[in-house]
Each structure stands twice: as C-alpha cells, then as structure tokens.
C-alpha cells in the first residue's frame, strides 16, 4: 500500500484540484453537478410552459417566441444535457471503474477533457437566455424551419457539436477501460449489470453519434453558406435531415434507456440481496438485442413524413420486435424481486416506482409502433405523455435511484432522511398527475408544442390539472436536492458498505475511495459474481 | 429469387383482394382507428395489470424479515435459463405480429383512397392553408360533401407543416417539394383542421373548419364559390 492510495479525508476545498483533476470519480461528481444544473434550468422551463398551457390564450406571455424559446430549452437540455450526462457522464465515470476493479479510466487525461467540452456545451446552451433571437428550433432542429428562422440555429449546432464530441471521447474511454482494464479473473458473465447497460450505451453513442453531427452540421451550411441539402426548391430533400437526426436520436433513447436499467438492477440486487434472475438472456438477449435492433427502427418517428409505405410497413414490424429484448429485460427485472429479501429505504423506492412506470411508459409505446394508429396520436399529448414516462421520467427515477444507492459511496454520509422520503412521494405523485391528463387529451387531439389551443378549449381543465402536477413536481425535486446538499455535508455516517452488497465498489474500498479507488489490488475468489448472496 | 417472387406476389394478391372492399360504405378509417385502438388498449391493460400485479406483489411479499437475511432467486439450469428466454420471446413476438398483421389491415385503409374520391389540393403557408377544388376553385376553409370520400394531395409552400383532422383520424406531413396524401370520408357537421409540425411563431394559429355538407348544400355552395371567383377571374382576364 502507498501513499497514493490512502481515503480521501481531504484536507479542505481545493479548487485547482477540481479544475485540472483526472480522477474519473472527481469527473463524475462535475457531471451530476452540470447535469443537475441542467435539469434544474430545463425544470423551470418545463414549470413555465405548463404554467403558460394552464389557460387557453396568453397567460403569463403573449410572445409565442418567448414560448418557443422554453420548450427548444426544455427538450435540448432534458434530454442531451441532463438525462444524458447524468447517466453515462455522472454515473458511468464514478462507479464503472469501480465495479471492474480499475484504479482508473484507460485515458483519465481525455476524461478530463470531456468534462470540460460538456461544461462549454452548457455555458453554450444557456446563452439561448441572453443572445438576440435565441434558438426556436426544438431539440429535433427540422429544416426547412431551423434554416429559414431568424432564430440562432448556430448555438443549437454548436450545443450538439460540443456534447456528441464529448460523448464520443467518453465512449472510446469506457469501451477501452472495460475490455482492458477488468480486474484479473473478471469474465464477461461475471460484469455487474450496470457495466453492460453502460457498454451498449456507449457503443451505440460510437455508431450513431456521428450521423448526428453531420445532420447538424449540414444544417449549418445550409443556413449559413449557401448550401442546399434541405432545400427542396434546389433540388435537396427535406426528410433526409429527418432520417439522419432519428437515425441517432432513437438510438439515443436506449443510451439514456439502458443504463437508467442497469442502476436499477444494482439497486434491486443490493437491496433485495438477490441474484439476477436469467443474467445472460437479459445481457445477451436483452442489452444485446437492443443494440443489435436499435438502428432499424428510426422511421417510427417519421410515420406521418410521407415515407414510402413499405419503409413504414417494415419498420412498424422491427419496431414491434423491440419488445422481444426489452421483455426479456422486463423479465429478468421482475425475477430478481422473485423471492427477494428487500431492505427499503429511498433507493429502493425510486426503484420500485421505476417498475411502473416503465409499463407505463413501456405500454403505451406499443400503439404508437403501429403505423396506422399513430397516424391519429403522432405530435400529440399522448406521444409526449408516452415518451416523458418512458424516456423522461423511468430515467430520472432510475437516475435518483441511483444517487441515493451510491449517495454513501460518494460521501460517506446516507441521504434517507424525511425530506427524502418526502420528495419520493411528492414527485411520484407529481408525475402521473401531471402525465396521465395528457394521455387524455393527447387521443382526443391535443397537438404537441402548441403555445394556445383556443381550438380545444374543452381541453382546458386537463391541462390545469397537469399544471398542478407540474407544481407538485416542482416542490417534491426543491426537496430532493435540498436533501442532497444538506445531506452530503451533514447526513449521518454511513459505514463502509451500508447496504451490505455484493458488488466491487462496495465491498473492495472505502466510502468515498481516495486516488487509485483500491487500498489492495483486487484479487477475486474463484466463481466471484457480483450478486452472491447465498454465498457466504 | 423466383421464390421470393411468388411470395411478393402472393403479398400483392392479398392487398388487392382488400382493396376489392375498398368502395364499399363501411370503408373508412376513421370507425377503423377507434376498433383497432380498442383492441389494443385492451391488449396493453391486460399485459400492464399482469406485471403490475405481479410487482405489487413481489414488492411487499418479500419485504426482509430480518436484516441478515438473504434473497432465495432461483439459480436457473442451463435448460430452465433457454426456455426462460425462448418462451418468453415466442410469446411477445407471437403478439408483436398479431398486432402487426392487425395494424397493417388499418394502414391499407388509411393508404388506398377508394377510386371514387373526391380530389382537393392543400396549399400550407406560414400560418394558413389554402383548398383548391378539381374545377380551380380556392378557398380558406375546406368544405366537402358529407358521406363521400375525400383525398387531400398536400404540399407547402415553405417549410413543413402537418394537417390533421382529429374527429377523422387522419394526419400527414405537408412538406416543400413532396406531394403527401390523405383521405377520409366525412361525415354532416363541423370538424377542425391543425397544425401537428412545430412550423414557428404561429405555430398554434392555423385551425381551419373542415365542412361537411350534405351534397345538395354542397353543390349550392360551390356554385355560389364560382359565382363570386367569376368576376374576379373576369377582371383578372382582361
């Protein structure tokens, strides 16, 4: 043992050791701290467009451009700079190493480098507040509109730019620190769930990034030098930049899906100190499946662009059969509750209602993969409600599921207090009161991204009770993250491994692990698996 | 390669002889949305109640009775572990394609105007939409004949926007340089029309009054449509 390796009892807050730091776990703490920045700016925004919808007609703007401005904020920074960056930035950089038994990341110097393009990616998008014509593009940037618009469609391509470049060194990263850097005798079967969902996600960022930024990229030439991918009357096409953009972007659905899965299958295995239930049909069927599936199904986002009708037909089927590995993901999440011994405490809650809302969320995705139905409910409440529970909400939960698991490993300090339980229930309630109105509405014809819908006044009432949900949302997440600073500062000792798990990062070093994470080398008994509880 | 012929042969006999139905009155998507959206609310309440249950259970069942002890999950044979995976796959997929065959039924619905469609051209514009009748008639507000079917041929003028008529079921993109399509069959009464592509500043201001009338007030009002474009063609003549 060196001196390298002692606890990090620091001794006082040093900034130059955050700015220039190179520990994957000191980057991990930077990305939940710019993630949940992020989330906090998009979550007023999303707390003033429900105020806004709460009436029909102005309430509290009469500038649909100001609207417009909320809802491209809201979407962009949700999904690319919140969901995102908090599940594979924030909790692959700090636990990944440590499950696999690895002092650090193969190259912790680029590791450094992309924490800090995210943090110019945000500084980027939070401009949208101050330029002159901020960017109405959505997060989805469709031409012709994002090249005719007077708005700033540059901050969006530079926002995308500077995060897929991020993501894309992160995930060169992490491929490399898992096949190289597991601890010696650590098979692939013997991975803790966690570490595949966050493999698949990176390797499917490494594919299908790069189609996204030349979407972009040919935006910006179209926009600003002249060029004419989009531009129908110049013989370009309008629905290739479509094609392009979801090409990624549903892809980019099972890199905020899959590792939002793999927290929650630590949580239940740690918590209900069971083992995996199928561990390899859910890895090679489920996760694998998911990657293998997941390029040949972007055309459901465009079932309404007038898309050749065999394109439609054939993707409706392949979108069907991502039911297949996300049922066998299902499957084995359910089995390992299957006679468990479950420990509650707020982790386990998150969890818990994550199994809901995934079948909400989940379920309510399968009329949608159907061509025909959703020609009725595409762009509507309904598709907003469905993609919030699944994609939105499942991933926050399963994100804040895993905050408060690993809460102690990153503090030393438990973060259970009533405040806690207490934001639980007020966002698990926020959420279906806001979201189930939507469905509502969404099968009646409530059309998405509308500022006024003084054609459906009857939808009046649905939309007020969603804005009451929004509020309860709002009050159960000041909660949430009040508890967490209090917590980390003040919250009572938590031991060494608190949960008594099985898993690496609990087990093999101390809470919080200091430079080089192990005291010892790792070495792993024979037969070692990161779920065996009956063994003792 | 001539198997695949038969089989894609075989695929176009089958669309045919649904399109044999097509001009037959209860042809139409519309009342085909609302049964196949039934149909499958109760296949994902069925699936969504099931799990729920299940989790509902498990989750209180097998609280911990005291700290120390441990989950008792099934440590599955590579036989158990196979059919743990195969079964469950068979069975979604099994329903995966039962809801794909249904679904297709609808979409060649939804695709195959009958013959005896009446045609009206949409124009979208930032932030209004304009008809055009077969005999050159424009207007702002569509009106069709109540009971006979209709096809839209969409095109934009700008940048993309999406029509849909909620009481009909029926939605498509409205896109610069592509001509996209959609039919209905309506019925007596009003019905509004909106935008569904997020196309900028008034994005929220384009509903228009989708007309049906029964075919005799049908046929007045587009006489009286003429009248009044009369003149102005008129005046715009000489």
């Known amino acids: ?536 | 390669m001539t198997g695949l012929r038969t089989l894609m042969a075989g695929f176009v006999g089958v669309i045919a002889s649904g399109t044999a139905w097509a001009q037959e009155e209860g042809y139409n998507p519309a009342p085909g949305w609302d049964h196949l959206w039934n149909e499958i609310l109760i296949d994902i309440t069925v699936i969504g109640v099931v799990f729920g249950a299940v989790a509902i259970y498990m989750l209180f069942k097998f609280k911990a009775k005291n700290p120390d002890d441990v989950g008792k999950g099934p440590k599955l044979s590579k036989a158990q572990a196979i059919s743990w995976a195969l079964i469950p796959a068979a069975v979604f997929m099994a329903d995966d394609f039962f809801l794909s065959a249904k679904g297709w039924d609808l979409w060649n619905v939804y695709r195959n105007p009958p013959e005896d469609a009446m045609e009206v051209k949409v124009t979208a514009y930032q932030w209004y939409w304009e008809f055009t009748y077969e005999n050159g008639i424009t207007t702002e507000e569509l009106v069709v004949p109540a009971g006979k079917p209709v096809v839209l041929r969409m095109s934009s003028e700008d940048v993309i926007h999406s029509f849909y008529i909620p009481k009909y079921r029926v939605k498509e993109d409205v896109m610069p340089g592509r001509v996209t399509y959609v039919w209905f069959r309506p019925e007596e009464g009003e019905a509004i029309a909106t935008c569904t592509e997020y196309c900028g500043l008034a994005h929220a201001n384009m509903p228009v009054t989708v007309v049906g009338k029964s075919q005799a007030d049908y046929d007045a009002w587009m006489v009286e449509q003429q009248a009044s474009a009369a003149p102005v063609a008129a005046a715009s003549a000489s």
Request: hydrophobic share 50%; glycine share 8%.
């Open chain 1, 1 to 536: 043992m060196t001196a390298q390796t002692a606890t990090a009892e620091t001794t006082g807050f040093n900034w130059k050791e955050w700015v220039f730091t190179t520990d994957h776990k000191r980057i991990g703490v930077l990305y939940l701290i710019g993630s949940m920045a992020a989330f906090v700016v998009a979550g007023i925004m999303a707390l003033l467009i429900r105020i806004e919808q709460s009436t029909v007609g102005p309430t509290i703007t009469d500038d649909p451009a100001q609207y417009n401005t909320w809802l491209y904020f809201h979407g962009a920074a949700m999904i690319l700079a919140f969901l995102i960056p908090g599940l594979t930035g924030f909790a692959a950089n700090y636990f990944l190493p440590l499950m696999i038994g690895a002092k650090d990341v193969a190259f912790p110097r680029i590791n450094a480098f992309s924490i800090w393009l995210f943090y110019a990616a945000i500084v980027l998008a939070l401009l949208t507040f101050v330029i002159p014509d901020s960017p109405d593009v959505m997060w989805t940037g469709y031409p012709p509109y994002s090249v005719t618009t007077t708005g700033n469609t540059a901050f969006y391509v530079f926002t995308v730019h500077l995060l897929g470049f991020s993501s894309i060194l992160g995930a060169v990263n992490f491929l490399i620190t898992v096949i190289y850097m597991r601890a010696p005798g650590m098979g692939w079967n013997q991975l803790n769930v966690f570490v595949w969902t966050t493999v698949a996600a990176f390797a499917i960022q490494l594919v299908f990034i790069p189609v996204l930024a030349a979407a972009v990229t040919m935006l910006l030439f179209d926009k600003y030098l002249g060029t004419h991918f989009f531009d129908a009357a110049a013989g370009g096409d309008v629905l290739l930049y479509q094609n392009l953009f979801w090409f990624y972007s549903h892809p980019a659905v099972y890199v905020i899906f899959l590792p939002a899965v793999g927290i929650l299958f630590e949580v239940f295995a740690s918590m209900g100190k069971n083992r995996i239930f199928n561990y390899k049909a859910c890895v090679y069927g489920g996760i694998c499946g998911i990657c293998l599936i997941t390029g040949e199904v972007w055309v459901h986002h465009l079932y309404v662009a007038g898309m050749p009708d065999w394109l439609r037909i054939g993707q409706m089927v392949t979108t069907l059969l991502i039911s297949v590995p996300v049922g066998l993901i299902v499957l084995s999440m359910w089995g390992t509750l299957w006679r468990a011994s479950i420990t509650y405490n707020v982790a386990m809650l998150y969890a818990a209602s994550c199994l809901f809302l995934v079948l909400l969320g989940g379920l309510t995705g399968i009329p949608l993969a159907l061509t025909a139905v959703t020609i009725h409910l595409s762009e509507t409440s309904f598709v907003h409600a469905h993609f919030h529970f699944i994609m939105a909400l499942f991933s926050a939960f399963a994100l804040f599921a895993g905050i408060y698991y690993w809460f102690p490993k990153m503090t030393g300090r438990t973060a259970d207090g009533p405040l806690a339980v207490f934001g639980f229930w007020a966002n698990t309630i926020g959420v279906n009161v806001t979201f189930w109105p939507l469905f509502i509405v969404g099968v009646e014809g409530m059309p998405r991204r509308y500022w006024d819908y003084e054609m459906f006044p009857q939808f009046e009432p649905y939309h007020q009770v969603a804005t009451v949900g929004a509020m309860i949302i709002a009050v159960g997440m000041t909660a949430t993250i009040l508890n967490w600073i209090i917590s980390a500062v003040r919250g009572p000792k938590a031991g060494e491994n608190p949960w008594k798990s099985k898993s690496l990062e609990w087990t093999h070093c101390p809470s919080p692990p200091g430079p080089g994470n192990f005291p010892q080398d790792v070495v792993l008994p024979e037969g070692w698996t990161p779920y065996d509880y009956d063994k003792k």
